[in-house]
């Protein structure tokens, strides 16, 4: 062991509150980035569109076997179906007390 894994059991509790914070900010950060983006662009004509394309945010609960499902909406609009591979980024927003 070294004097740097005594910290190590910080780290994974500062992350999950990290990425906590940041997906209860969701909506609001996804409205953020867009605006920013229109505001960076001089025009309409120059937004860059591929930037935001192909990307889905939404809201989910794990059902039994710890899986998640993709809204029927968000598969219509990426082109999604059975068999594809997404990748996902999991952001814990509220645990479910009655799992105690």
């Known amino acids: 062991m070294t004097d740097d894994d005594s910290n190590s059991a910080m780290f994974p509790s500062a992350f999950a509150k990290a990425m906590g914070q940041a997906g209860s ?5 996804s409205a953020q980035m867009t605006e920013a983006m229109l505001d960076a662009v001089p025009t309409p004509e120059s937004f860059p569109l591929e ?14 076997g710890g899986r998640i499902s993709i809204p029927d909406a968000e598969r219509e609009v990426l ?18 007390q009655d799992n105690d």
Do not use: H, M, Y
């Open 25 to 29: 900010d969701a909506t609001e950060t």
């Open 51 to 64: 930037a935001v394309q192909g990307t889905a945010t939404f809201k989910t609960r794990i059902q039994s």
């Open 79 to 96: 082109d999604l179906g059975e068999g594809d591979i997404v990748q996902a980024v999991i952001v814990p927003l509220k645990r479910n």
